[in-house]
């Protein structure tokens, strides 16, 4: 047996075979970069590239790495479908093909493969692992003073809308155990963007799941176009605002005042 089957087979130590899910619409700036990154700090993991028929050739550089590697995958996307349902299909992928463990992870750079080995190592102890921005010993590089202020400003907001002990529940650099999104009603979700990352981190919250934190450092992109767009940011609200209330009224039906006294 070839070192790359070995690889495969034992997986990760202490988390089991892992696939990383990375999202990309126009990436062509950094599909190689991003791909590389993962193996050179995680060389036992596998790698899925969910393309959204990228007009500039995204998909096509990923079925090239994928025929020069065994542990790159590339799925296909008829269209720009957005990040959650990008995500949901890496998820569903991995668990057919019996992946113990799935991460999330943005192809634009700005979550740093060098960060990788920790959240796996949390991994090992936990049923969610978020890469937070804004734990002690997190960094965040080359953001605006708007954008630091609108994370910020929305990871509060979560927090006391929804009662989760979360720091960075729109972060998007994760790892789930597959036993966990078996768990949680995937059916359920169709938010994108922030909001998805929220819906998800309530969803394992809600199932009494075990969530960890570990700092991370964050990076603008330096390559291509942010996807970033007031719309991304209504639906957040909007969802996040539904979320809230209707868990209060749960709350309210189960436990009465004295409930809801509790909260977060």
């Known amino acids: 047996m070839g070192v790359a089957a070995q690889r495969r087979t034992s997986g990760h130590p202490g988390v089991g075979r892992v696939l990383v899910v990375i999202p990309t619409y126009n990436e062509a700036d950094n ?41 790159v995958h590339v799925l296909h996307r008829q269209g720009k479908d957005g990040l959650g349902a990008a995500y949901l299909a890496g998820f569903a992928w991995a668990r057919q093909r019996g992946y113990d463990a799935v991460v999330e992870m943005d192809a634009d750079g700005s979550h740093a493969p060098q960060d990788l080995p920790a959240l796996l190592a949390a991994a090992r102890d936990a049923d969610v692992v978020i890469g937070s921005r804004w734990t002690r010993g997190a960094r965040v590089v080359n953001w605006p003073l708007r954008r630091l202020l609108l994370s910020r400003c929305a990871n509060l907001y979560t927090r006391l809308a929804l009662g989760m002990p979360v720091t960075d529940a729109t972060g998007g650099y994760r790892v789930y155990r597959t036993a966990v999104l078996e768990a949680i009603d995937l059916d359920s979700v169709r938010s994108q963007g922030y909001a998805f990352q929220v819906e998800l981190s309530r969803l394992a919250h809600r199932a009494g799941v075990r969530i960890v934190e570990v700092p991370i450092t964050f990076a603008e992109r330096e390559h291509g176009d942010s996807k970033m767009s007031p719309l991304i940011v209504a639906e957040a609200l909007w969802r996040i605002t539904s979320w809230g209330v209707r868990d209060r009224r749960t709350a309210l039906r189960r436990g009465g005042p004295d409930e809801l006294a509790r909260w977060p």
């Open 31 to 71: 599909v190689r970069r991003i791909v590389a990154g993962v193996h050179a700090a995680a060389p036992t993991v596998d790698v899925l590239v969910a393309d959204d028929n990228s007009p500039d050739g995204t998909g096509a550089i990923a079925d090239d790495l994928a025929r020069g590697d065994p542990r």
